[in-house]
């Protein structure tokens, strides 16, 4: 409950203090703000350990008091600001890690009826600290290794989720253009976060559950808990062994009663419906209903599903040239001489009158394949008529126009045909545009149109470090466009020609 306003509270901080032009006038106020978040953040800690405490063994719980939440939350606002520094000295030094993280989890966990007071935590928390050492860093291997699995799995969220809603929604986002758009200390922060959001309550349970198995090396509350449970299974053995007895009691009663012995009856009612229901079915519109003979089916059913497919199959093509053949021999018979003396020849012209009349149909077949084959060719190879474009410039006081609008050639005669007419405002834009187009050809820049020019200055200073001077030169470009074209700020003849000379050095790099 208190770890997820810390943690939006943080990402704002950090996004503000690195960005916002008034961060040194909110620093002080947004620090005593993220200081409260924090106390109250380690004050709910240990309201869910209590919890979970009372959850996993029966614990009573104290009452809660005004009085008790207000020391609790003094005591680990103190183990709090001390823990942070010196787990940060710890970990430079690396050797005492184990136990400070031992220490500090275990004082954040600790119940309510050992914080009384300040000593009592510490003394609680430095003699669990020091329990199954061997233990203790074998367990944070493990979490470590599980923090690093969870990380990778939320920052590969991070890019999958654009991608989802580009491929299922249609939605075109930054992420979805360009990978590397992610790669920035506000997303590096996020997952961070979030994999700490997600780890952090196992650890809580983890040490809650060594502080307890701790305790009970010499108080045996482990001990006690395994009896209530064995007291609760009992408790619900018997339970159900009472109602198994009541419906093995009960069961045969209730059976007898709904099913009470049948009366012994004549069967010569039942011999006389069934002649009638002989006689009734051996009727002819009855017939259909009958089942069929069993041994004419005796074949078919030795068969494979296999062998029944190629049987069907083997029908169906003996069908097809039978069908042919008979068309052919009616051709045949219709296209012979009546008065040929050699009609019932099996060598004589009738024989040879049905194939020709077979060639003559194959020519046929193979000429149309042939005459779509080179129509199909034909049409593949058809010159395609171009229709010439006529492209209109955009109107470069619409702040909707992008680069990629028109090529970079034509960008730089737009800015040259501005020039000449006197309107440099206009032209320094169509200039400005044209090295954007240029950069995009050179895959310096990805174009967008929710980007702002800060933002493809940043992306040029990131891919063009090998490009000399460029980062430089562009950045210059962009602040004498923002000063002309936001600012009104209007242009000399000299400083003109040396903008000129950045955009064709922009270009030339």
Not at 8 to 22: C, E, R, T
Not at 59 to 65: D, G
Not at 461 to 477: C, D, E, N, W, Y
Request: with cysteine; hydrophobic share 45%.
């Amino acid at each position: 409950m208190g770890t997820v306003p810390f943690v939006l509270g943080l990402l704002y901080f950090v996004a503000d203090m690195s960005k916002s032009p008034l961060a040194p006038e909110r620093c002080i106020r947004y620090s005593f703000l993220l200081t409260f978040l924090f106390v109250g953040m380690k004050f709910f800690h240990s309201i869910f350990a209590e919890k979970i405490r009372h959850a996993l063994f029966k614990h009573e719980t104290i009452p809660w008091s005004g009085r008790m939440l207000f020391t609790v939350l003094a005591h680990q606002a103190l183990i709090g600001a001390l823990g942070m520094p010196i787990l940060l000295i710890c970990a430079i030094i690396t050797l005492p890690l184990g136990w400070a993280v031992a220490f500090f989890q275990s004082a954040n966990v600790c119940p309510f009826n050992e914080q009384k007071n300040f000593s009592g935590i510490v003394h609680f928390a430095r003699r669990h600290a020091f329990v199954a050492p061997r233990q203790n860093h074998a367990m944070l291997f493990i979490m470590s290794l599980f923090t690093i699995m969870v990380m990778v799995n939320v920052g590969l969220a991070f890019y999958a989720l654009p991608y989802l809603g580009k491929v299922v929604f249609g939605i075109e986002t930054a992420v979805s253009m360009n990978l590397l758009s992610l790669l920035n200390t506000t997303y590096l922060m996020a997952v961070g976060m979030i994999t700490w959001m997600l780890v952090d309550p196992i650890v809580k349970v983890t040490y809650i559950l060594r502080c307890f198995y701790g305790n009970s090396v010499t108080s045996g509350d482990d001990i006690l808990s395994s009896l209530e449970r064995m007291k609760s299974a009992r408790l619900a053995r018997a339970v159900l062994i009472l109602i198994c007895f009541c419906l093995f009691c009960l069961l045969p009663a209730q059976l007898q009663a709904a099913n009470p012995s049948p009366r012994p009856a004549s069967n010569e009612p039942q011999i006389e419906l069934e002649k009638k229901i002989s006689q009734v079915s051996k009727r002819r519109e009855y017939q259909w209903r009958m089942p069929k003979d069993p041994n004419a089916n005796r074949g078919i059913e030795s068969k494979t599903w296999l062998g029944s497919f190629f049987d069907d199959l083997l029908s169906v093509i003996e069908s097809i040239f039978q069908w042919v053949g008979n068309l052919i021999g009616k051709l045949a018979r219709y296209f012979r001489p009546s008065s040929s003396p050699m009609v019932n020849s099996p060598t004589g012209a009738g024989s040879l009158g049905a194939k020709g009349l077979l060639a003559l149909f194959s020519a046929i077949v193979v000429g149309f394949t042939v005459y779509f084959l080179c129509k199909l060719r034909l049409s593949r190879v058809r010159a395609v008529t171009v229709i010439p474009l006529t492209v209109t410039n955009p109107d470069l006081e619409d702040d909707s126009v992008t680069a990629d609008q028109l090529p970079e050639d034509s960008w730089f005669s737009l800015a040259q045909e501005l020039f000449d007419r006197g309107d440099n405002r206009k032209a320094l834009r169509a200039l400005f545009l044209g090295c954007l187009a240029n950069l995009a050809t050179r895959q310096l820049v990805l174009l967008a149109r929710h980007k702002s020019n800060h933002d493809y200055q940043r992306e040029v200073a990131r891919r063009g470090k090998t490009h000399g001077q460029l980062p430089g030169q562009f950045a210059s470009m962009v602040a004498v466009y923002d000063c002309v074209w936001y600012g009104q700020y209007q242009m000399s003849s000299e400083f003109l020609d040396q903008v000129k000379a950045t955009a064709l050095t922009i270009v030339q790099k």
